[in-house]
């Protein structure tokens, strides 16, 4: 039985490898428009295959800012595909942010990524110019609002350190996936071929090896086009943050604009580094431009492929709205593409990095795709931040350990990062489903967000109800879970963040069945008479 | 033949395993004092084994503050073994600053190791209460001195990044003798034995396995008894400084001593948290606590092991004084405990900490035992800074990698890393005489400093010389070396720091053959007409 997928709460099937279901014709002779054969693309696959070869053509110039597609029937009749095929294709590039629908005018290219190493700005070639945060205001006095610590410490502590029987904390990956033996071997490998000086300190900016296989990843995998001399290999993303954040302060940025809701770590990084917190609120596209826009914030922390914690996928128009606010006041947008790799029922979403090299500091890890553990990440800063966040880098901790990254490099050279990213989709994806099942049982009013891709869901209450001390009558059944309020500012329905990754379907069942429990409990004694 | 010993320019035969050599009686009944057993000694290492009893017997408070050894004409007859012995073991109790001669009236026992986990003030018991630094005054104003970014840029840069076909820079074990088969049999044995769990984001004090082996590798090799919940796992000492500055800047401390010659790299890292660094000489006994008195400073980073550049060992009257500096002033030791494992000639200094626990940041790590490529070391902080270099170090990372602090805690508990030290220390003490005896021949005029131990060498020259303009012409001739100028703030001699450990002895002999012919260069050009 195929498993059901769901999206904010509505149950439908996947429609991965279905989209060009309705057309059976066997490949034509292609257009002349790129030179397209469709005899290349695989059979069930060719929605996929048609978006890579226009994003190919977007990357290497052949499709110009300005340039308009073929319409959407004239494509289909020439490569003789459904033209459910090409009308999908395109929706994955406006949702990019490459393209806009003009009605009758057919589908215009408004911006393009940008090649390796040179910044381009699509839409204001000005604003492409060096050192983009020379024109930032210094600290703009006390409006800024400074986070709390934590929220509602006694509770806060006792959630995040006491033990419970079943973690259903969001954030970490099915770690018994992690590829032992492979790692062993590409270890045994590295230190057999090594020179003795690459023992020594090494580039603080990280392993050559590792700088150029993450160049080879992110451009397979999230349309980056970087060289390596731009990457940073850092120890995660809390580590960018912390070093960021001292960056920012030094080049006179004194408050970052984060989403609400929004990652309560995060927001904890950016402010142990004093700067201020202001809070934006997200909806059904990601996070309000507009309300971005009026806080005046000169920097913005974003999750745009799979928000956290509310699972929205930046819409085409947000998109679009955000690079222009870039652009326009020079503002620096921080991606935390965080799980972006971990997607079930949607197409890939490139990185916002691909489009606005020059605004964007982009911040990934291998957290997600093999182990918190190894610590191990990314940053690619724009040129203007470049050189002192290495600085920053430098003096932390004189770079990172080498060997582990001589053995990641290994990994993603070898193809074997991305078996491993297959074989997690696929035990991600059974856990989440038994997740939602479960959930459609035991917490019959509770409305599913954000599944359609990631580690997690969110889930949300329309009773009146205390999400954390919902957790914490979970955690006296014995159940972790985060309230969702932790990662609110501005307040939100109450909910909750719940990670399946990490356990099995049966646990997942148990634990959400304990839950239901902990909230009947809940919703029993508010009805009692008091 | 046995290979000659120098220090100071002094050339003498080593004296290890030599204490003795005069008594060849049998072992003798033993003594009442400490009921020692003269039969239990090694022939051959006498005053060692008698050293280490007194240090056991202070360690477990037989012998406290204000007891009397017995005479060494006494103790000598009643064990049977020359005086020399007892003289000896005598000698090295005061320079552990444990024990003052008092003429007539014998040796006293001054102070006492602190046992684990509680603090001690050995002689001013009021200063051992929390928090020693309350009484510390913040921002002293401008009268610190903020170190200059880096000593002559342009050269400085050339002679850090420039290749050199010889490598003489200091800092560097020999990383041709890394285990390499025997960190990935622990490895393997780690992966096969590891919960999953373990690979998520562990406990950022550092892995349990791992607190827990350092702290039996403190005890064993440095004299240091420290429970494991005081050991905080870093990414080396480079890190350390970095954090340790930020809690001191909070805790209202904005300047630190250093020695001077002193690191060049520490203090980059104390001056990187916006600390204003105090320089204080060094003489033949180590720093000169009457000049830091003087400064005011309430802290100070040393290296009493083995002064960095000059070699020193701290005496043990100044580490008295020291102690006394800080059990008066509330004043923090910081120690920089960096190669105190690696000595050839001289018998083992137990680390300040284990005299001070409350008032010494104690910094080591396996970047001189294993490699700089792996970047952990440890920290143990005074209990009044604990939680918050804790906290910092949170912040900073999350915490440090787990696999490898998992697999450098097997090689711990296995009795690897012993091991390796005398491995290493076989290697290196080739590795030093070859460069001394290459230095006699080509480097006439040099002077050689604190050769017993250690890694590296200083040479000062006594010609009117510009050691910048000298290392610059050795980079020419192809040998990078570091010149003495680049660790001094205060000025001192012209010279050198050079380190033996990384190369094989032909390679030193090749090196130093240039540095002659670069340092004749620049002589013959000073002596010839302008």
Same mark, same amino acid.
């Given at each position: ?103 009758? /005018?057919?589908?215009?290219?408004? $911006? ?18 060096? $050192? ?64 003795? #000086? ?166 990934? #890890?291998?957290? /997600? ?21 290495? $600085?920053? /880098? ?78 914490? $009558? ?5 159940? /972790? ?39 009947? #409990? ?9």
């Amino acid at each position: 039985m195929a498993p059901p997928c769901c999206h904010d709460g509505r149950v439908h099937r996947s429609n991965d490898d279905a989209t060009d279901r309705s057309n059976g014709s066997p490949p034509g002779p292609g257009s002349d428009f790129l030179q397209l054969d469709i005899g290349e693309a695989p059979t069930g696959g060719r929605a996929d295959w048609l978006t890579r070869q226009l994003r190919l053509a977007l990357a290497d110039g052949r499709l110009p800012v300005g340039s308009r597609l073929p319409a959407t029937r004239v494509l289909a009749a020439e490569l003789r595909v459904s033209r459910g095929v090409i009308t999908e294709a395109y929706q994955r590039l406006a949702e990019d942010g490459h393209t806009v629908g003009r009605g009758r /005018k057919g589908t215009i290219v408004v $911006a393009v990524p940008a090649p390796s190493g040179r910044p381009l700005a699509p839409r204001a070639p000005a604003a492409g110019t060096a $050192a983009p945060h020379r024109g930032v205001p210094g600290p703009r006095g006390p409006s800024a609002e400074v986070f709390p610590a934590v929220p509602g410490p006694d509770v806060y502590d006792r959630l995040r350190t006491a033990p419970a029987r079943i973690d259903l904390t969001p954030g970490m990956p099915d770690l018994g996936a992690f590829p032992r033996g492979a790692w062993l071997r590409a270890e045994r490998s590295v230190l057999s071929g090594l020179a003795s #000086s690459h023992l020594g300190y090494g580039d603080p900016r990280g392993a050559p090896a590792l700088r150029e296989a993450v160049a080879g990843w992110l451009a397979r995998n999230r349309g980056v086009h970087a060289d390596p001399a731009e990457i940073l290999i850092v120890t995660g993303t809390a580590q960018t943050l912390t070093l960021l954040g001292e960056v920012l302060r030094e080049a006179g940025i004194t408050r970052v604009a984060v989403e609400d809701p929004g990652s309560l770590g995060a927001r904890q990084h950016l402010s142990g580094r004093r700067l201020g917190i202001l809070p934006v609120p997200v909806d059904t596209e990601g996070i309000r431009v507009d309300a971005l826009r009026a806080t005046g914030a000169p920097a913005v922390l974003v999750t745009p492929a799979h928000q956290f914690p509310t699972g929205v996928v930046l819409s085409g128009s947000r998109r679009r709205e955000l690079m222009r606010w870039a652009e326009e006041t020079g503002g620096l947008v921080i991606e935390d593409d965080y799980d972006a790799e971990h997607r079930y029922d949607r197409p890939p979403v490139p990185a916002l990095r691909s489009m606005l090299p020059q605004h964007v500091v982009y911040a990934g #890890s291998v957290s /997600k795709l093999l182990a918190p553990a190894l610590r191990i990440g990314w940053v690619l800063a724009p040129p203007g931040h470049h050189e002192a966040l290495t $600085a920053a /880098k430098r003096f932390a901790d004189l770079g990172s350990a080498v060997l582990p990254q001589l053995v990641l490099a290994r990994l993603m050279e070898s193809g074997e990062l991305e078996r491993q990213l297959r074989l997690l989709r696929r035990r991600h994806h059974r856990r989440r489903d038994a997740m939602i099942q479960a959930m459609a049982a035991q917490l019959p009013g509770a409305v599913v967000h954000g599944a359609a891709a990631g580690l997690h869901l969110m889930v949300t209450f329309d009773a009146d109800l205390d999400d954390t001390e919902l957790a914490a $009558a979970a955690l006296a059944h014995g159940v /972790k879970v985060q309230p969702l309020s932790w990662h609110t500012l501005g307040g939100y329905r109450p909910g909750l963040v719940l990670g399946y990754a990490a356990n099995d379907a049966g646990t997942i069942r148990d634990g959400v069945s304990l839950l239901g429990t902990a909230l009947r #409990s809940l919703v029993g004694r508010a009805a009692a008479p008091a």
